[in-house]
């Protein structure tokens, strides 16, 4: 069968036209310049702590965050080898999403049995995570708004649920000719400032007491059979009696985990703030996420100035599960998709990008976190949460909570809890099967959706996914 382009080749611009809307483009994360916050000294001597937290992301800072809600006079410390807030909590879409499965059909064909229940949790944690921003004081730019699936291939159609938007109906909401129906889900997904969230919530969590140690990496963790653990730094060792482990993308301080998390780049774009005008040619006036249904899948968003946020598609894995700043510029892909935007709205030709950057998403086999219990409980940690952690890791710390405190909840009795997923394979195995994923979820957006032998291997041992 001759591959067939998609939507987005079919109505490419001119190069010279995507050449001139990123001519002014700087390599920068606009969230991070954009987001006022404190510096936090790092760890000057050793210390004692009832819990020290490894990771300055959203995952350990809810868990220190919530830590100290739980139990004001406990000691928490918190150590992050850069800044807070640098690395993937900073430079996400900010779609907070209640979905901990990463959607129905992964949550379903995974966990069947329990699905329902993880959907009502997912939910739930979305509340709770809405109620604390208000009640918190949190300035995150938090918007309810809900989530656009569109189709931009015929096929597709298909694929949305009975009573979804026509191709009218759709294009009321967003208009962009490439867009024949739509499932606008309102009620299970946020839009945030994902590094004022960060920002935000460390100094939350240092108000209630939470100690935040900045450019402290920790280099080493001893788990004795008996007594505190210790976490090694430059600076010192801090001892503690539980530790919580939060950092998802980076190599795991516990040796079983190493080979559960690879990291694969997302690559993202915006643009200048648009003129009234500009955005009257798109409508918008819903401010809903936005995002396509191919396999190798766009997402958009409005910001607070009316800039357009505009990433996906390529996923990109670097051989030796390395991450490195150099792999953030990759102008082949910033040109795509530059090119897919304009096809996408060609009212906006004109429009010019403002920012370009990438971040490195920990990707796990079973494409949702997984948490697990070391130490004889006194160590905890999840990862993986595959680009859907901007809500999750709430969740995750209140299981890594629940379990650091010999707690038997609901969250703890999860199967996707108790379960640990298949780990990737060493080198080079691991880039030969990502790679040929990779290739063959591009064949099928070539081919009218329809999965190779591969793909279909892939789905049948529990191990397959669409986007």
């Not at 220190?64 to 850069?82: M, T, Y």
């Not at 940690?381 to 680009?387: D, I, K, L, P, S």
Request: net charge neutral; with cysteine.
């Amino acid at each position: 069968m001759p591959r067939r382009p998609t939507a987005y080749e079919r109505h490419a611009p001119a190069r010279a036209v995507v050449d001139a809307a990123l001519a002014g483009s700087r390599h920068a994360v606009f969230w991070l310049e954009d987001a006022p916050g404190t510096s936090y000294d790092a760890l000057a001597a050793s210390a004692s702590a009832d819990l020290a937290v490894v990771g300055g992301g959203y995952c350990g800072l809810w868990t220190a965050l919530l830590a100290k809600r739980r139990n004001p006079g406990a000691r928490v410390v918190l150590l992050e080898a850069g800044t807070v807030g640098w690395a993937a909590s900073g430079r996400n879409g900010g779609f907070c999403e209640a979905s901990l499965t990463h959607g129905e059909e992964n949550g379903r064909s995974r966990w069947p049995d329990e699905y329902d229940a993880l959907d009502r949790l997912g939910h739930e944690n979305l509340d709770a995570l809405e109620a604390d921003v208000r009640t918190l004081g949190i300035d995150c730019q938090l918007e309810r708004t809900g989530a656009l699936a569109v189709a931009v291939e015929p096929h597709q159609v298909a694929w949305l649920g009975p009573g979804h938007l026509d191709r009218d109906a759709v294009r009321a909401e967003i208009d962009s000719p490439l867009f024949l129906a739509g499932e606008w889900d309102r009620d299970g997904s946020a839009l945030v400032h994902p590094a004022r969230l960060a920002r935000e919530l460390a100094r939350v969590a240092s108000e209630l007491g939470v100690e935040v140690h900045e450019h402290t990496r920790v280099v080493g963790l001893d788990t004795p059979a008996r007594g505190p653990v210790v976490l090694r730094t430059p600076a010192g060792a801090v001892t503690a009696d539980r530790a919580a482990l939060a950092t998802n993308v980076f190599p795991s301080l516990l040796r079983r985990t190493r080979l559960m998390t690879v990291p694969v780049y997302d690559y993202v774009l915006m643009t200048e703030p648009l003129s009234a005008a500009q955005l009257a040619s798109i409508g918008w006036a819903g401010r809903q996420g936005l995002g396509d249904l191919a396999n190798q899948f766009h997402y958009a968003r409005l910001t607070a100035d009316n800039r357009i946020l505009w990433g996906g598609y390529d996923a990109i894995y670097h051989r030796g599960r390395r991450v490195r700043a150099a792999y953030e510029e990759r102008p082949e892909t910033f040109h795509r998709l530059a090119s897919h935007f304009l096809a996408a709205f060609p009212q906006l030709e004109g429009l010019r990008f403002t920012h370009r950057w990438a971040g490195a998403i920990d990707t796990s086999t079973q494409f949702v976190a997984f948490h697990g219990l070391a130490a004889r409980g006194r160590v905890a940690y999840a990862a993986g949460f595959t680009g859907l952690g901007v809500g999750a890791t709430r969740f995750a710390a209140e299981v890594m909570l629940d379990r650091l405190s010999g707690l038997s909840t609901e969250r703890t009795r999860l199967q996707m809890v108790q379960r640990t997923p298949p780990p990737f394979p060493p080198e080079p195995l691991a880039a030969i099967g990502i790679n040929a994923t990779r290739w063959s979820l591009d064949r099928a957006d070539h081919h009218e959706g329809r999965r190779n032998l591969f793909l279909k291997t892939l789905d049948a041992v529990g191990l397959g996914f669409d986007s």
